[in-house]
């Protein structure tokens, strides 16, 4: 034993950690049967080909989910005579079985109608209690996971405000087939029995649309209609019954182009928050620029402390930058819920 | 690219087949594994490759300048060339690592530091978009300088020594693979006729299971949520969290090593083992002889030892314990948090070195002596290093106190978080580390043996369950960030 091996230890027992050279059994039964390239060929190819016609179902699903396009386009057509053949063949059967086994067939979508119920009423206003918490529903894609957290903690400090945050990675309203808010709004309000939404998205929303038939680009007026649509179809959803919606804008971005998509994102959901009841609109931009008004990653906090705020793909937050969102999303709430003047 | 997508299977299968079919013409064949490398790496973002590019040809610069100067190996003393030449090499490396990964973060901690004094510096933020493993690609490099400097190794060829740098399978967690180590491998062609498949798809299959399955559930079922808001976890439940968090994070790092060995094997390459059973050890050495072993021992043969080791007393050896693993937990992150963290391992490590110094002088027995007493060893051991990946997770130091305190003030029952299949994922995260090595030799063995069709048959079966029970999409392997 070197005396420098400042772990060195002789006393590694039988467990795995020891080191057998050369990975075979050195002596103890039959040692690896050695492959030839081909044949490890063979089987990856077998492998991937026979899981590519199980799992065809899932794999046309995340094929349709991608943004339209060349990549899309391609993977379709590779998956789609996948799907066929995999369903003329019957290798469908054992996502179907297992489905059927883990309950993933069952459809437990709530309606509309569900949400009109008044049991719950009145919504709003009303005096928020230690006793009567408000229950607070946060959710949008993985920037409203970033700052949902932080919110949650902050909020729940208060004791008047119960949350629940739920996010999905990849999520927006431009593409419904790979994941619909509105139908998620309206099972989980139903479910969680919320009186107030927190809601961001957009960050994937900047990609081309199907609709009508039409692929429509970013930023064409028949584009901007159906993202208002979509964007008003949420809101409806989300304020059904009375319930309190703030919408979260999206923050200031590192890059300028993709920002000044964003940009445009924001000035939709502003009008349309402006035409529905029981929607605020929570601004973001500023909040999260530096003093000139630029993208700044690093911001001063609440202790005058320097922080870094966002990550470093210029988009995503930090937990500090979290933090600074979730602090001015609260105070709103706060102020709407006439819960800076009531004692708990 | 990530390892567990489409995307990287169909580009694995093109590179497979070309990696064999110009093996025999050794100038092509390098070519061939570079370019994929390249492209590989550029798939995340084009400019990291001219990283990539300027660091092989400034490394290969410095070695060879190295070699021109170093003088007889045997030598007690490098002479002065040597020396200069070896730390502007170590300077150049870790001024790019620095600039990349370090310099904001010192830049802010200094204005704060004197912003506490009433001073208002205006330090520039570069916020540069952090090339991914380049602090692997950093230490994998200093392997080559440094050896050559030692007279360890010599200069190789240009082209070789840019798919050392650059080899797809380690360069973005590693494992990091030495120069001396990986260099031979590229001298003659494999035999296609003695591939090791049966372990490579066992170690791919293990991989992709352990980082989809387990570690993507624990940390979007438990862990995520403790670490954000811990204030809605009881202590059970935040036990429970973090003994999810080390499985999390054991599952991910030698999840993504797994695929990277099974990945190199099928192209004919040997890389280093980075895992063994980590969480069996019985002291926080011990730990780390089994935890990132590649860095570990990097760490000992390139600083801990250069630093003067054990030699020299007590109180060197713990200066030298305390430098090495205060770095060490640098390396991973710009962060205080990576530093407490490396701390509190260097302060364990003293801690044991009295401690068998004090046996040894009062003759006092092993400690270890019974079955029991070495259950109770592994027992505090792990719970150390679980207790310390808080301080490593957490956002802040502070976001680590919450976690903690909830520990002890969060009193209440498990809740509904807290399901069997995850505390049965947890329990299987941890038991499969005690699983004999030679029960995984046999089981390759006996797949090695069933022929070509039958393990394509347990590839497909793996790869369907692994896609269909796991969540959709993937996250990127925590080691990424490092």
Not at chain 1, 36 to 60: C, K, V, W
Not at chain 1, 231 to 245: D, F, H, K, S, Y
Not at chain 2, 258 to 282: K, M, Q, S
Not at chain 2, 322 to 331: A, I, Q, R
Request: overall charge positive.
């Amino acid at each position: 034993m070197r005396r420098d091996d400042w772990w060195a230890d002789t006393s590694v027992d039988a467990h795995a950690g020891k080191q057998e050279a050369g990975g075979t059994l050195a002596g103890r039964g039959r040692p690896r049967r050695r492959a030839t390239a081909g044949a490890a060929l063979a089987a990856m190819l077998l492998g991937f080909f026979l899981a590519g016609l199980l799992d065809a179902t899932a794999l046309r699903r995340d094929a349709e989910s991608l943004p339209i396009g060349a990549r899309r386009t391609a993977l379709l057509w590779l998956v789609r005579p996948m799907t066929a053949l995999s369903g003329a063949v019957g290798l469908d059967e054992p996502a179907v079985a297992l489905d059927r086994a883990l309950g993933r067939d069952e459809d437990g979508h709530h309606t509309r109608r569900d949400l009109a119920v008044d049991d719950l009423r009145p919504i709003w206003p009303r005096e928020v209690t230690a006793r009567k918490p408000l229950r607070l529903y946060i959710a949008g894609d993985s920037m409203a996971g970033q700052f949902g957290g932080p919110l949650a903690a902050t909020a729940e400090k208060t004791g008047r405000i119960r949350t629940r945050v739920d996010y999905h990675v990849n999520s927006g309203l431009s593409r419904p087939d790979y994941f619909d808010w509105p139908q998620r709004l309206i099972d989980e309000v139903f479910d969680s029995r919320a009186e107030a939404l927190v809601f961001l998205v957009g960050g994937n929303d900047a990609q081309r649309v199907e609709w009508d038939g039409r692929v429509l680009e970013v930023g064409s007026k028949a584009w901007l209609d159906v993202y208002h649509l979509r964007v008003a179809e949420t809101m409806e959803v989300a304020t059904a019954g009375g319930r309190r919606l703030y919408w979260v804008g999206q923050p200031i971005m590192r890059d300028r182009a993709y920002g000044e998509r964003m940009a445009m994102l924001n000035e939709v959901y502003e009008q349309e928050a402006a035409r529905h009841e029981g929607v605020t609109y929570v601004d973001t931009w500023d909040l999260m620029a530096g003093k000139d008004g630029e993208y700044a990653a690093y911001l001063r906090g609440p202790d005058g402390d320097l922080a870094r705020m966002r990550q470093a793909d210029g988009v995503h937050l930090t937990r500090a930058g979290g933090d600074r969102i979730a602090a001015r999303v609260l105070e709103v709430i706060r102020h709407d819920w006439d819960m800076d003047g009531g004692s708990p | 690219m990530l390892f567990p997508t489409v995307t990287f299977a169909v580009f694995f299968l093109v590179v497979y087949v070309a990696n064999w079919l110009t093996m025999p013409r050794p100038r092509l064949w390098r070519w061939t594994i570079l370019a994929a490398s390249l492209l590989f790496y550029g798939w995340w973002d084009w400019r990291f490759v001219l990283l990539l590019v300027a660091a092989a040809l400034g490394n290969q610069f410095f070695a060879a300048r190295l070699a021109a100067v170093r003088g007889d190996s045997g030598a007690r003393r490098r002479p002065a060339a040597a020396r200069a030449w070896l730390a502007v090499a170590v300077v150049a490396n870790l001024a790019v690592l620095g600039l990349f990964k370090y310099y904001d973060f010192f830049a802010a901690s200094l204005d704060d530091l004197l912003s506490a004094f009433g001073l208002s510096p205006s330090f520039p933020l570069l916020d540069l978009a952090l090339p991914v493993g380049i602090s692997f690609l950093t230490f994998r490099m200093l392997t080559y300088v440094i050896d050559v400097a030692r007279g360890g190794l010599d200069p190789v060829p240009l082209l070789d020594f840019a798919v050392y740098v650059a080899f797809f399978p380690y360069l973005l967690a590693g494992p990091i693979a030495r120069a001396a180590e990986f260099l031979p491998q590229l001298r003659g062609p494999r035999d296609p006729r003695r591939v090791d498949a049966a372990r490579a798809f066992r170690l791919i299959l293990g991989g992709l299971a352990k980082k989809v399955l387990i570690a993507d559930y624990l940390a979007t079922h438990l862990v995520n949520g403790l670490f954000t808001t811990p204030e809605q976890y009881s202590s059970w439940e935040t036990l429970i969290g973090i003994y999810a968090y080390a499985v999390q994070i054991y599952c991910d790092f030698s999840g993504y090593t797994d695929i990277a060995l099974g990945v190199a094997l099928l192209l004919g390459f040997e890389l280093p083992e980075n895992f063994a059973g980590p969480y069996t050890a019985r002291s926080v050495r011990e730990f780390w002889r089994r935890w990132h072993i590649t860095l570990s021992t990097w760490l000992r043969d390139y600083l801990y030892i250069p630093l003067g080791g054990n030699r020299g007393g007590r109180r060197k050896t713990t200066r030298n314990l305390m430098v090495t693993m205060l770095l060490g937990g640098l390396w991973h992150g710009a962060a205080w948090t990576y530093v407490l963290w490396g701390g509190l391992h260097g302060a364990a490590l003293v801690v044991e070195h009295g401690a068998k110094d004090y046996r040894r002088r009062m003759g006092l027995p092993d400690p270890g002596a019974t079955a029991w007493a070495r259950t109770r060893q592994r027992l505090v051991t792990f719970n150390f290093v679980a207790l310390a990946w808080v301080v490593f997770r957490a956002d802040s130091v502070g976001d680590a106190v919450a976690v903690l305190t909830r520990l002890v003030t969060g009193l209440g029952s498990l809740g509904d978080t807290v399901t069997p299949l995850l505390l049965a994922l947890v329990a299987f995260g941890i038991g499969v580390q005690f699983v004999s090595r030679r029960l995984w030799e046999r089981f390759d063995a006996r797949l090695s043996r069933a022929g070509w069709v039958a393990q394509g048959l347990c590839l497909a079966a793996a790869l369907f369950l692994i896609d269909y029970l796991g969540p959709q999409g993937v996250a990127e392997f925590i080691y990424f960030g490092f």
